[in-house]
T-cell receptor
Framework: EAQVTQNPRYLITVTGKKLTVTCSQNMNHEYMSWYRQDPGLGLRQIYYSMNVEVTDKGDVPEGYKVSRKEKRNFPLILESPSPNQTSLYFC??????????????FGPGTRLLVL | AQSVTQLDSHVSVSEGTPVLLRCNYSSSYSPSLFWYVQHPNKGLQLLLKYTSAATLVKGINGFEAEFKKSETSFHLTKPSAHMSDAAEYFCVVTVATDKLIFGTGTRLQVFP
């Protein structure tokens, strides 16, 4: 089954404790991205990757890191989480380029609480 | 610059009545437009997409949307709401880049 998986689905942590949220897709997609969803703000892009070893900042990259060593995996790293990073996070993937016909597939989401 | 505005943050309808979720966009180029749905505690699922073919686009679960260039709108409609339609809906625009721009979402409530 074609899918995007994220782990963990729920995470409670404390300020400053490094964490990683994993994302994996089995559709051989070149493009992957991370979003955060906050009430009243919709989804905002954190980072994206057009292919292996190619990553770039989205609209809200501060406090986050990513890596793309393999095509299928795109982990999101919070080196020193802070309470304002409490949010719902989604990973997504698609074929490139975007535009007509290219749909993004979303993971189930990771709900993060930073105390 | 590209942007998308969802005109209603909440919409409430009775079961069996029509649904209208409004979306306006701004784009310097010919856009591709999408509607995604998010059910509680779930990820986003594609409802339908406009990609410069037919202006009336049919999606899953009886939803459809009409692209109106003159009004820069892409409103989502359904003739008869079902309880299972209660969810949050996102209008999304993309142009010839690798970037999606999401609206802030419309929460649809369906009352029995």
């Amino acid at each position: 089954e074609a899918q995007v998986t994220q782990n963990p689905r729920y995470l409670i942590t404390v300020t400053g404790k490094k964490l990683t949220v994993t994302c994996s897709q089995n559709m051989n997609h070149e493009y992957m991205s991370w979003y955060r969803q906050d009430p009243g703000l919709g989804l905002r892009q954190i980072y994206y990757s057009m292919n292996v070893e190619v990553t770039d900042k989205g609209d809200v990259p501060e406090g986050y890191k990513v890596s793309r060593k393999e095509k299928r995996n795109f982990p999101l790293i919070l080196e020193s989480p802070s309470p304002n990073q409490t949010s719902l996070y989604f990973c997504a993937s698609s074929q490139r380029p975007h535009g007509p016909g290219k749909t993004q597939y979303f993971g189930p989401g990771t709900r993060l609480l930073v105390l | 610059a590209q942007s998308v505005t969802q005109l209603d943050s909440h919409v409430s309808v009775s079961e069996g009545t029509p649904v209208l979720l409004r979306c306006n966009y701004s784009s310097s180029y010919s856009p591709s437009l999408f509607w995604y749905v998010q059910h509680p505690n779930k990820g986003l699922q594609l409802l339908l997409k406009y990609t410069s073919a037919a202006t009336l686009v049919k999606g899953i679960n009886g939803f459809e949307a009409e692209f109106k260039k003159s009004e820069t709108s892409f409103h989502l409609t359904k003739p008869s709401a079902h309880m299972s339609d209660a969810a949050e809906y996102f209008c999304v625009v993309t142009v010839a880049t690798d970037k999606l721009i999401f609206g802030t979402g419309t929460r649809l409530q369906v009352f029995p």
